[in-house]
């Protein structure tokens, strides 16, 4: 499979997004991409640096204009796509949700966000109820998908209820940079375990992973903090977490990996993690803690 991915900044210009978005998956889709993966809350800056309840009047319905916007790119070039909203469920309930539109354009499903941060500049509690669907791979005309997003990619649990279902593939839209009190060490520590720890789900779960991060500074429009930096690094790996490609930190990218689809099938031949899985003894991991 060619699998598109798109690392681009946001700039507070809502329209001027969704253009710079349509024109860079027409180049995804022109250089071969089947399945385009975009970064999380795409449409504009990330409004979870501070809380204020006018940030609602950015969510919106699923269908609703921005499932139609990219529905009609997906059908247009023949692609599917993977896609990050905010929300609006019903008056005072709201969703971190990705949404998979069809190559004609339909919606194939939805995944609402299970885990939720609430750490400086990342107060996503106050704008998210943790979602309700579960951990449920998408099916698509390119295969099944185990789409998640952003903070959800540090839980392996995730990662192997995805595996478990029948997943292809494991996609992460995301959002997440440096702290700018932070020295350059500790910022490099964090990427590292960002990638680290993906990489890790493709390995113990014999899948490719997908991770599609947004690049660029976003100030706080608080001025509490000096903004985030998001460190970019979108990567594609193979099934036994070898890189297959990995942007820069700081640069915008538009770019075509090409996934060997049937070898997690050879992987998971080698090394059959989920043979050899003890469910019997796995019980007390639905506790918090074992005290």
């Not at 699923?62 to 529905?71: E, L, M, N, R």
């Not at 995944?111 to 939720?116: G, P």
């Not at 390995?203 to 608080?222: I, M, Q, T, W, Y």
């Amino acid at each position: 499979m060619k699998i598109g991915i798109i690392q681009q900044s946001c700039s507070p210009n809502r329209e001027a997004n969704l253009q710079k978005l349509a024109a860079n998956i027409a180049t995804a889709a022109k250089a071969g991409a089947q399945l385009v993966v975009l970064h999380e809350l795409h449409n504009t800056p990330y409004f979870c640096q501070v809380e204020n309840t006018d940030n609602f009047d950015l969510a919106e319905p699923i269908p609703g204009p921005s499932t139609d916007f990219f529905g009609a790119l997906a059908k247009e070039h023949g692609i599917v796509i993977v896609a990050s909203l905010f929300e609006r469920r019903a008056t005072g309930l709201y969703h971190n949700t990705a949404v998979v539109l069809e190559h004609d354009g339909s919606i194939a499903g939805k995944y609402r966000k299970m885990h939720i941060p609430d750490d400086p500049a990342y107060y996503e509690k106050f704008y998210f109820t943790p979602g309700d669907l579960g951990f449920q791979p998408i099916d698509t005309s390119v295969g099944r998908l185990g789409v998640q997003v952003c903070w959800d990619q540090w839980y392996p649990e995730g990662a192997r209820m995805m595996a478990l279902a029948g997943a292809q593939l494991l996609i992460y839209p995301t959002a997440i940079g440096y702290e700018s009190s932070d020295t350059a060490e500790e910022q490099e520590r964090q990427r590292e375990a960002w990638t680290t720890v993906q990489r890790g789900h493709a390995v113990a779960n014999g899948l490719p992973v997908v991770a599609v991060n947004r690049v660029g500074h976003e100030p706080d429009p608080s001025g509490q903090t000096n903004g985030i930096q998001f460190w970019g690094s979108s990567f594609v790996c193979g099934p036994q977490g070898e890189m297959l490609y990995r942007a820069s930190k700081d640069e915008e990218v538009v770019q075509v990996v090409e996934v060997d689809m049937q070898r997690s099938e050879n992987v998971r031949r080698w090394w059959p993690f989920l043979r050899d899985r003890r469910i019997d003894e796995f019980s007390e991991l639905t506790k918090r803690f074992r005290d």
